[in-house]
């Protein structure tokens, strides 16, 4: 029989898994992990693969416990025979101000734990963590319950884990066993819109949306996600590894994030935005234009543009993109161009500034890569001139 390794998230013990224990327990062996008062993802992952109660096994991670198992996985990936990730993410804390808030945030809550003890801390925490229509349920007091038998040093450890969570994009990228994706619909701390990332990202996976759902969806809506779990372990509908199709899911969001790229970096480059423009390129990219040598790198492309003169204008108006996933992490696209120059030396009149007489007709035809951060970027882009129109037709 299969072991089914259970992982709990941020303040949670076995009560999260408590349903899914009980209807699972005909279909495998489960084991429940305890983080204890362990302060890293990657010990958490260690104490796990050191305590696990089989060489192998199938493992589910909720919320904070979908990070472990990523770890897991980046540290023995031959020992997991099946992955489940349940409201969870995969991106490390954001730099700059984005970052501070959020250690801003967890520390106040610890500091109010500290105060005035992990039931009060713990009440008004998980009044996020459940859909809206039941925090006045037993479900929510049991949810406050759990929280109150942890310590405010447990809670501070785990704080600790969190900020320094890493990006786990290759750990996701490099998966290559059977795996499920699941998510609250109404999950406000890990959105669906992540989970559909990560649909895309883990070539195969298969998502399940939990409907009336907050994040805590094994609570929430026990059968549902009890369910989900079932089919996953049962293997009905698993793919052969090597042999995994990109799902039209997959398909249509990679190749919409594509689409976006391209355009996104047409309107900043025409804003002469010219770093957010580097943005939408990966470092070593090479750039093709009509007549020109190539540029090779995301700082020669950089370079170039800034050495035209300030006074240039551009239009490029994008229409009619093409794109074809080549694979999970790259794609083909062929956008039709039209583009307009002038110069702001030129005074704004009731129509704008006066066009130059040559109107442009081109492609862009582009790879794009998907890099570690999630974020699709052209890795390499031939620009083609086809028609033109002078004044006067």
């Known amino acids: 029989m299969t072991t089914l390794v259970l992982i709990p998230g941020l303040l949670c013990d076995e009560f999260v ?26 010990e958490m992952a260690q104490a796990v693969l050191r305590d696990a109660p ?14 472990v198992a990523l770890e897991v996985m980046r540290l023995a990936p031959h020992r997991i025979e099946r992955l489940a990730l349940l409201d969870s993410g995969w991106q490390p804390r954001l730099s ?37 229509k039941r925090l006045d349920s037993p479900l929510f007091e049991s949810v406050v319950d759990m929280v109150e038998r942890k310590t405010p040093d447990i809670f501070a450890a785990q ?5 320094a969570r890493p990006n786990a994009m290759e750990q996701l990228l490099a998966i290559d066993c059977p795996t499920l994706v699941a998510c609250g619909r109404q999950d406000s701390w890990s959105p669906l819109s992540q989970h559909l990332q990560m649909a895309v990202i883990v070539r195969g996976a298969r998502l399940r949306i939990i409907e009336e759902s907050g994040h805590m969806s094994t609570l929430e809506q026990p059968g549902a996600v009890t369910a989900a779990l079932a089919e996953w372990l049962s293997g009905k509908g698993d793919i052969a590894v090597g042999q995994r199709p990109i799902a039209l899911l997959e398909r249509e969001l ?3 994030a594509c689409r976006d790229v391209v355009r996104r970096a047409a ?4 804003a002469n935005d010219l770093d957010g423009f580097a943005q939408f390129f990966t470092r070593d990219a090479v750039v093709v234009r009509p007549g020109k040598e190539p540029l090779c790198g995301v ?13 240039y204008l551009t239009r490029h108006l994008v229409s009619g993109s093409v794109v074809d996933l080549r694979a999970p992490d790259e794609a083909h696209a062929i956008s039709n161009v039209l583009l307009w120059t002038g110069s702001t030396d030129h005074e704004i009149g009731d ?4 066009a130059q007489s040559r109107q442009v007709v081109g492609e862009f035809e582009d790879t794009l890569r998907l890099c570690s951060d999630g974020r699709w970027r052209i890795a390499h882009r031939q620009a083609r001139f086809l028609l033109h129109v002078e004044s006067g037709g």
Not at 107 to 130: C, F, P, S
Not at 159 to 163: G, K, N, P
Not at 299 to 311: C, G, H, K, T
């Open 54 to 67: 089989a060489a192998t096994f199938a493992l589910a991670g909720h919320s904070m416990g979908g990070r």
């Open 267 to 270: 309107l900043t480059l025409d």
């Open 96 to 132: 700059g101000s984005g970052g501070e808030a959020e250690q801003t945030s967890r520390m106040a809550l610890l500091e109010e734990a500290r105060r005035d003890g992990m039931r009060a801390m713990g009440r008004r925490w998980a009044q996020g963590m459940v859909h809206p």
């Open 351 to 354: 129509f704008g500034r006066r």
């Open 299 to 311: 700082d020669a492309l950089l370079a170039s543009y800034r050495s035209r003169p300030a006074s």
């Open 17 to 42: 898994w408590s349903e899914q224990r009980r209807a699972l327990a005909s279909h495998a062996r489960i084991w429940v992990a305890d983080h204890g008062s362990i302060s890293s993802l990657t």
């Open 254 to 256: 990679a190749e919409s």
């Open 159 to 163: 704080i600790r884990a969190l900020l």
